[in-house]
């Protein structure tokens, strides 16, 4: 973002940029290739002012991915991970996260991943989940020589798989709001029900899908 650091924007120009990021994220998620000048007309601004705050559209897209990631975090966060119980905690933040994927379907994915402050939070939220698996381990849960690393990956896939997979039958995320592209888009929340994917993702996760045992 074209800011000089050290100073804060006033709320009017902070507004003008949450109005741009919220923009783009629409106007990219249809249309990966969409300009500037695209991006300027549906924040109902003008190019002029999209390019003083951002210098060029890659830095749009970087500043996009960064915000995309700390909503992400807050959402996180939102679940308490280090104090809440940890089987709650991963509950809550799951919703969480699959709200905030639908919503920032393309600031969250491949097309976005070049910004190095939204690598970071990434990078700070994975070490996050670790965590909470290892709380959920010490409870008996999760298997004690379990690689909490690679629970971490199927975990994560899961998600992906409930926002951007397409399961037959038109029951899924395909059917209930994603582009063209298959980047999920802010209908789909309501349609998908997190709270109740997430209990599904959480289940899964810890418990696999075999038979359980009687009693």
Not at 77 to 101: I, S
Not at 136 to 158: K, N, S, T
Not at 179 to 191: N, P
Request: charged share 20%; aromatic share 2%.
């Amino acid at each position: 973002m074209n800011r000089t650091p050290g100073r804060p924007l006033r709320a009017d120009a902070e507004r003008s940029v949450r109005a741009i990021l919220a923009a783009a994220e629409r106007v990219l998620a249809e249309h990966p290739g969409a300009t500037m000048e695209q991006i300027a007309e549906a924040a109902g601004v003008t190019r002029t002012t999209v390019h003083r705050r951002f210098a060029n559209r890659q830095a749009l897209v970087d500043a996009l991915a960064t915000e995309a990631a700390a909503k992400l975090a807050e959402a996180i966060e939102d679940g308490h991970p280090e104090t809440a119980p940890p089987l709650v905690a991963l509950h809550r933040a799951t919703a969480n996260v699959l709200r905030v994927k639908a919503a920032w379907g393309f600031a969250l994915g491949p097309a976005a991943a070049g910004s190095e402050p939204a690598a970071r939070i990434h990078e700070e939220i994975a070490r996050r989940c670790v965590e909470l698996l290892g709380r959920i381990q010490e409870q008996g849960v999760i298997a004690p020589d379990a690689d909490l690393e690679w629970v971490r990956r199927v975990y994560y896939a899961l998600i992906g798989e409930v926002l951007h997979g397409e399961p037959a039958h038109g029951c899924g995320p395909a059917a209930a709001g994603t582009t063209t592209t298959g980047t999920a888009t802010a209908g789909t929340t309501a349609a998908l029900d997190p709270d109740a994917l997430a209990a599904r993702i959480v289940d899964t996760v810890l418990h696999g899908v075999g038979p359980r045992p009687a009693g």
